[in-house]
């Protein structure tokens, strides 16, 4: 279970077929293959973590964030966390980014309030979240999720 205190997450998607043209808000439209997703965030709201995913895992709801129009089309598979009150998803990105097998799908996504180059980063193979946790240098809290 989730906490629902503040923190940082990984939300680890999969998309079974390649979709030829996702209209991503402002950000425009693109073309992304099939694989896995990680998209890296922060929960520091009301609820935090558990009410941050319990409305990223919804599939009825306004498109807000970047990662709704994700979601819409990829199925969510696992979620990695930790609690705390510091922004750290630039750094869960930089580590997802050291990750073999990884690439930016889509420049800016989730990244319009930072100078980091994504928040969303793709794999042809699921990522591990072991590896994950020795590339940030932290432990990392995982939760799989139910089909």
């Given amino acids: 279970m989730v906490p629902d205190c503040p923190g940082t997450y990984a939300l680890v998607l999969n998309l079974p077929r390649p979709v030829a043209e996702i209209r991503v808000g402002r950000l425009g439209s693109f073309h992304l293959p099939a694989g896995w997703y990680a998209y890296a965030g922060s929960a520091r709201g009301p609820g935090g973590l558990a009410a941050r995913l319990a409305r990223h895992l919804r599939t009825s709801k306004p498109l807000h964030w970047h990662v709704d129009y994700l979601r819409a089309r990829a199925?969510?598979?696992?979620?990695?966390?930790?609690?705390?009150?510091?922004?750290?998803?630039?750094?869960w990105t930089r580590a997802l980014l050291a990750l073999p097998d990884a690439l930016i799908p889509v420049p800016r996504f989730g990244a319009s309030d930072c100078r980091c180059a994504t928040h969303l980063v793709h794999f042809t193979a699921p990522p591990d979240v072991a590896a994950f946790a020795d590339a940030l240098g932290e432990r990392v809290s995982r939760e799989v999720l139910s089909a």
Avoid at 75 to 91: D, I, N, Q
């Fill in 75 to 91: 199925g969510p598979v696992e979620v990695w966390y930790t609690t705390g009150t510091r922004r750290r998803e630039c750094a």
